[in-house]
C-alpha cells in the first residue's frame, strides 16, 4: 500500500480541453461552478484517541498552506500542487498532525470558498492521514467511503472538473488508497467478536458501505469511459504524454482491478486485467512512480507464483528489485517507509519462487539482494521446509479478503479464512515438491543409472520412486511468458530447469545443461556497489541540501 511518493515526477494531466483563466479570482466559485460543502458532518470521534481533533492546530503556516494549495489548483499550477502534495504535506503532518487529526471540512471550507472539488480532494488527504498515522474508527470508514463516492462521480461527471489539472502521482495514490481501505474494511467487518453493538448495527443497516460490487463498479467506469484500452491498444499513440484525469484514472483501474482479483484469488482474472498494458515496457507510464511500478509487479508477480509460474515469478520479481534497490532506506516522504516495506515482500515472494524452481538461471545481482536478507533461509527452503515457507508467505502475500457481507447474526472471527485458504493452498504445492531436492541432488551426479539403485539411494520403493520423477518431470516444465510485448497472461511451456533426464527400460539417463560463466556480472555487481555508496555520500552532502533548498526558494519566490 502506498500513500504517496517522491519519485520522479511525471506530466501534468488535464480533465477537459477548455482554457484556464489567468486571474484566480476568475475560478475562486469552484471548477465549475458547483455547490458548496459548507455544512459537512462533524467529527464525533477522533481516530487519535480522545486527544486528536485538530481544531486548535489551525495555525498561521497550515491556514497558509490550505489557501496556497487551493489558489495553486485554480491556477492548474501542477509543479507547485505537486510539492505541496508531497513535501509541505508532509512536512506539516510531522510539525503539527503526527498524533492527530488534520482539521476538518468545516474549519477550512471558508478558506476555499467551501469549493467542492477541492474540499473532496483534501478530504481524501484527510481520510488518508488517519489510516495511515492513526486508528480509523468506524464513522471515519463510512465517511471516507461516501467522500470518495463524491469525488469519483465528478470525475465521472466531468461537470465541475472541466479545467481541473493534477498531478499524475496523486491520482495514481488515490487508486491505491481507495483499494487499500476497501480491503482494510473487508477485514474489520469480519473481526465480528471485537465490535460493539452499535457498530454491528450500523454495519447491517449500511451494507453498501465499501460494497465490492460498487467498488469494482467505480474501477470499471473509470476504464470504460476513459477509452485507455483503446489508446494503449494503438500503436500510433504513446500512452502518458498528456492524459486527462480520467484518462489516467482509467490506467491505474486497471492496475487496482488486477489488485482485486488477487485479493480474492483469482489470479488468472487479474492477470487478464493487465491485457491492455504491457508490462515489459520499461518506459510505460507505471514506471515513472516507484510506488505504482512497485504495486503492478508485486501483484503480477505473486499471481504467476500461485500459478506454478515460478520463471515467469523470478522474472518480474528479478526486475523490480533491480529497478529499486537504490530506493531502500530513504524518508524524505510520508511514502518511502512503504515502499521499503513492499520492496521487502517481493524480496520474500522472490527467494520463495526461487527455491521453488530450482535451477532456475538467476541474475547474480538479484541472487546478492536475495542473499542479503536470506542468507540463512534459503538452504531451508530448498529442504522444502514448510515453516520457512509458511513465515514468508505470511509476511510477504497480499491481505486477502472475503468480499461477502458476513452473517451479523453468528458471531464468528472469519477476517483469516481467506489467508488461511491460500496458505493451504500454497503448502500444498510445497509439500509435493517434498522429495524433490533429494531426487536432484543425486541426478547431478550421474549421466546414467539403473532406477532401482536410485530408489534405494532415496529409501523408496521403484513404483513410488517412478512416481516422484513424473511428478518433477511434470513440474519442470512451466508456461513463460516470452515478454516480448505479449498479453501478461500469454505463455510458452517451457522447461524451467538446469536438470534433463529420460527412463529408457529400467536405466534413467541424465542430461545436465552447462552453465556459461559471465565474469561481466561480478564487475557489474561491484560497480554498482560503488555507484551506490557515490549516491548516498552525494545525498549527505549539506552543501548539496543547501543548493537545493536555494533552488525551491528561488522558484517559490
Not at 60 to 89: G, H, P, Q
Not at 246 to 270: K, N, P, Q
Not at 308 to 325: E, G, I, P, Q, W
Not at 427 to 442: D, G, K, M
Request: proline fraction near 4%; aromatic fraction near 12%.
Amino acid at each position: 500500500m502506498f500513500r504517496g511518493n517522491d519519485e520522479a515526477f511525471a506530466a501534468p494531466v488535464a480533465v477537459g480541453g477548455m482554457g484556464i483563466p489567468q486571474d484566480p479570482t476568475q475560478v475562486m466559485g469552484g471548477f465549475g461552478d458547483g455547490p458548496g460543502l459548507g455544512g459537512g458532518t462533524p467529527q464525533m470521534q477522533s481516530g487519535f484517541g480522545d486527544s486528536g481533533q485538530a481544531g486548535f492546530m489551525l495555525t498561521e503556516r497550515v491556514r497558509a498552506y490550505i489557501i496556497d494549495f487551493y489558489m495553486k489548483m485554480c491556477e492548474n499550477n501542477t509543479s507547485d500542487v505537486r510539492y505541496l502534495y508531497f513535501r509541505e504535506w508532509t512536512s506539516l503532518t510531522n510539525n503539527y498532525y503526527k498524533d492527530t487529526e488534520w482539521p476538518n471540512e468545516n474549519e477550512i471550507s471558508s478558506l476555499v470558498d467551501e469549493n467542492e472539488v477541492f474540499i473532496h480532494c483534501y478530504k481524501e488527504l484527510y481520510y488518508r492521514h488517519i489510516f495511515v498515522h492513526g486508528s480509523p474508527l468506524l464513522h471515519h470508514r463510512v465517511e471516507s467511503w461516501e467522500n470518495y463516492k463524491a469525488l469519483f462521480d465528478m470525475f465521472l461527471d466531468g461537470a465541475n472538473t472541466s479545467s481541473l489539472q493534477l498531478p499524475l502521482e496523486w491520482l495514481g495514490d488515490m487508486i491505491d488508497e481507495f483499494l487499500y481501505q476497501f480491503e482494510d474494511f473487508c477485514s474489520y467487518r469480519h473481526k465480528l467478536t471485537r465490535l460493539s453493538e452499535e457498530e454491528l448495527e450500523t454495519l447491517e443497516n449500511q451494507p453498501d458501505v465499501w460494497n465490492v460490487h460498487m467498488v469494482l463498479g467505480y474501477l470499471t467506469s473509470f476504464v470504460d469511459r476513459s477509452g485507455i484500452v483503446k489508446m494503449l491498444n494503438d500503436p500510433n499513440k504513446q500512452v502518458g504524454n498528456r492524459l486527462s484525469v480520467l484518462e489516467s484514472l482509467g490506467y491505474y483501474s486497471l492496475i487496482g482491478l488486477c489488485r482485486v482479483h488477487c485479493l480474492t484469488g483469482d489470479y488468472r482474472l487479474a492477470l487478464q486485467q493487465l491485457n491492455p498494458i504491457d508490462v515489459d515496457d520499461k518506459r510505460a507510464l507505471f514506471t515513472r512512480i516507484a510506488s505504482t511500478h512497485l504495486s503492478l509487479y508485486y501483484y503480477l508477480g505473486f499471481a504467476y507464483m500461485m500459478m506454478k509460474r515460478y520463471a515467469d515469478a523470478v522474472n518480474v520479481f528479478s526486475t523490480v528489485l533491480l529497478a529499486h534497490r537504490g530506493s531502500r532506506g530513504r524518508a524524505t516522504c510520508f511514502s518511502d517507509g512503504q515502499i521499503n516495506s513492499k520492496y521487502d515482500k517481493i524480496r520474500a515472494l522472490c527467494a520463495m519462487s526461487v527455491a521453488l524452481s530450482p535451477g532456475l538461471a538467476l541474475d547474480e545481482q538479484v541472487r546478492q539482494l536475495l542473499m542479503e536478507k536470506y542468507d540463512e533461509v534459503m538452504p531451508r527452503l530448498m529442504q522444502r521446509r514448510e515453516e520457512n515457507f509458511e513465515e514468508l508467505f505470511r509476511y510477504g502475500c497480499p491481505k486477502f479478503i472475503t468480499p461477502s457481507t458476513p452473517n451479523y447474526s453468528n458471531l464468528e472471527d472469519r477476517h483469516r479464512e481467506a489467508y488461511n485458504l491460500q496458505l493451504k493452498w500454497f503448502l500444498t504445492e510445497v509439500r509435493s515438491q517434498a522429495t524433490l531436492p533429494e531426487i536432484r541432488s543425486y541426478l547431478k551426479l550421474y549421466t546414467s543409472i539403473p532406477i532401482m539403485k536410485l530408489s534405494q539411494f532415496c529409501d523408496l520403493s521403484d513404483e513410488v520412486f517412478i512416481e516422484k520423477l513424473m511428478s518433477i518431470k511434470h513440474k519442470s516444465y512451466q508456461l513463460v511468458n516470452p515478454r516480448n510485448g505479449s498479453p501478461a497472461l500469454d505463455g510458452i511451456r517451457s522447461c524451467a530447469t538446469d536438470v534433463h533426464f529420460y527412463m529408457s527400460e529400467d536405466m534413467l539417463h541424465v542430461d545436465e545443461t552447462g552453465r556459461v560463466q559471465r565474469f561481466s556480472e561480478y564487475f557489474m555487481t561491484h560497480s554498482l556497489k560503488f555507484q551506490t555508496a557515490i549516491d548516498d555520500l552525494r545525498s549527505t552532502d549539506p552543501r548539496r541540501r543547501h543548493h537545493q533548498k536555494k533552488k525551491h526558494n528561488d522558484r517559490k519566490q
